[in-house]
């Protein structure tokens, strides 16, 4: 061989790569990767209320930075509502401040959804002042108030927080209201009270600049009652109680549920902490949402998206090594209920007194009613009230030579203890009246619906869950109830174009937990709604098998 080869020029070192990151902060992704992040960055949520307290309450409504009003303020609980009049097929095409309004719809944190007499008072009283008397109970226990000034802010706060009740982080990317059961602590079938985790998880973590910039909102459940009555399921980290063979009471941890676009059921982890380590684990858990959760795609980042990814197994294994830095114990799963709690009606609690469960109208109340409720139970001895997560309401400690009274007296006020099926078990989010993002019109929508659902089947041997949502993100729970609605424009039989709802048929919570079926072309007009649940109805009670939901 006469030619010599030549050695292969040497190559240049291979750049490091960088890697595409969805903004996991523990992998060193910390760069905003879009809008909300940039402000979360830019300034803590947290910080806005010395402005509002500061500035904006004496400046108004003009002067509101637009990063403040449709960023942080959520982390005060304050949202800017939907401007009237402005129509629903408008939502997905206006820019945002084309939909504000220069009112806020302010939420009021109700932790546990426990609250005393003197606290319902002061909502009320917070009402009837500075909110034109509105007042809805939501689906996470929490009471919103609409036609908020910014100018009464300040005053407001001041009014909620002299009796311990505020909006810190009842909105944004944080740790949301815990909710849990409504009958903690009374409940004579309860496995283990968890009042005393949640208050230490609130004590600790609501409000720290530890968890004030999540990727997404977080939102947790507790309930030690065998009815799972908190839709566990359907939350980022659930609490669920259980009783292990060898060590007792305590909790199952469930993580990754949430509905909205991409719905998933919460996964269990197949541990068992007991009540003294709850905050503990729901720390652990939230840490590794801060700093793992998927902050590149606001559709993408909230928990399940990383269990979904991760698996159970994995998802455990990094809670146990880098963040609790222990094992935890496995524990049993608990046994699931056919039928979830709302514990509506009379019943008997574990000292003897008795609790009294009343369905207002898809949680649409008012300072006035909420008021004269406060009154009322004051007068039969009582000083407990709990919201639930079917936007009911609870009356605890009732002497049994009291329940009639207050029964009656409730009845009047528009609670009832003894409900139609229909009113008990429908429900509604807030709507287009006062949600930027809604698309049709749903708490008066479902307040017709029901009035006429009980002239055309008064009677109903089981429970239909009809709940009503004003667009597809689910605040209302629209995949896990027998009739889920989701608000849209549809057409009419004229082919025009009207406020509506895409149906899902067959979902639920409990024994038979699984998403609602969305059938093609299954849409319904507004008009046409309690024909269709009417005919639905009326099909499944004809054509049912034995036991058969
Ligand atoms: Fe608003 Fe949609 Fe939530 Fe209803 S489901 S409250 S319309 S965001």
Same mark, same amino acid.
């Given at each position: 061989m006469t030619g010599v080869t030549s050695a292969p020029a040497p190559r240049k070192p291979a750049r490091p790569r960088k890697g595409k990151g969805e903004g996991q902060w523990a992998l060193g992704y910390r760069e905003p990767l879009n809008k909300n992040e940039e402000n979360k960055k830019n300034d803590d949520g947290l910080n806005v209320r010395a402005r509002i307290e500061n500035i904006y309450a004496h400046t108004g409504f003009d002067s509101i930075d637009p990063a403040d009003l449709r960023g942080r303020f959520r982390w005060w609980g304050l949202y800017t509502q939907r401007k009237p009049g402005i129509d629903g097929g408008k939502t997905a095409t206006l820019e945002p401040e084309e939909l504000d309004d220069r009112y806020f719809m302010m939420r009021v944190r109700v932790e546990g959804g426990q609250l005393s007499t003197e606290q319902l008072k002061v909502i009320a009283e917070v009402s009837t002042d500075y909110a034109r008397d509105s007042a809805d109970i939501t689906d996470r226990q929490n009471i919103q108030l609409h036609w908020i000034r910014i100018e009464d802010v300040p005053a407001i706060w001041q009014k909620l927080e002299s009796v311990g009740l505020y909006t810190t982080e009842a909105c944004g990317d944080v740790p949301r209201v815990v909710i849990a059961s409504p009958v903690a602590g009374i409940a004579a079938d309860e496995i283990i009270d968890p009042t005393p985790a949640i208050d230490e998880i609130v004590d600790k973590y609501i409000g720290s600049a530890e968890f004030s910039n999540l990727p997404r909102k977080f939102k947790t459940a507790l309930t030690g009652h065998p009815s799972h009555d908190v839709v566990p399921e359907v939350n980022d980290i659930a609490f669920v109680g259980v009783v292990h063979p060898e060590h007792g009471p305590g909790f199952d941890l469930w993580v990754g549920g949430g509905l909205s676009t991409n719905p998933m059921l919460a996964q269990r982890l197949g541990t068992w902490i007991p009540s003294e380590e709850v905050a503990e684990a729901w720390w652990g858990v939230t840490s590794i949402f801060r700093d793992y959760g998927y902050r590149r795609l606001r559709n993408r980042a909230r928990l399940k998206f990383l269990v979904a990814d991760w698996g159970v197994e994995k998802f455990r294994e990094v809670l146990e090594d880098k963040y609790l830095k222990r094992k935890l114990i496995d524990g049993p799963a608990p046994e699931i209920p056919a039928v979830q709690g709302d514990h509506v009606g009379v019943h008997k609690q574990n000292d003897g007194k008795y609790f $009294?469960?009343? &369905?207002?109208?898809?949680? *649409?109340?008012?300072?006035?009613?909420?008021?004269?409720?406060?009154? $009322?139970?004051? &007068?039969?001895?009582?000083? *407990?009230?709990?919201t639930t997560a079917q936007q009911k309401l609870l009356v605890l400690d009732v002497e049994e030579s009291q329940v009639d009274s207050l029964v009656a007296a409730l009845d009047a006020l528009g609670f009832q203890a003894n409900p139609s099926a229909w009113r008990r078990n429908t429900m509604a989010c807030t709507g287009i009246e006062f949600c930027k993002l809604a698309i049709v019109e749903t708490k008066a929508r479902a307040a017709q619906l029901i009035d006429e659902l009980e002239e055309r089947i008064p009677e109903l041997d089981v429970p239909i869950t009809v709940n009503v949502n004003g667009c597809p993100n689910s605040c209302a729970r629209i995949q896990v109830a027998d009739i889920g609605l989701k608000g849209q424009l549809v057409r009419d039989a004229e082919g025009n174009q009207v406020p509506g709802y895409q149906v899902h048929l067959g979902g639920g919570l409990g024994l038979d937990a699984g998403f609602g079926r969305k059938l093609r072309g299954h849409k319904v007009t507004s008009a046409d709604l309690p024909d269709y649940v009417e005919r639905v109805t009326q099909n499944y009670l004809k054509e049912r098998n034995e036991g058969e939901r």
């Open positions: $009294v469960g009343v &369905a207002p109208i898809v949680g *649409r109340v008012s300072g006035t009613s909420l008021a004269k409720v406060a009154d $009322v139970v004051a &007068a039969h001895g009582s000083n *407990r009230i709990r």
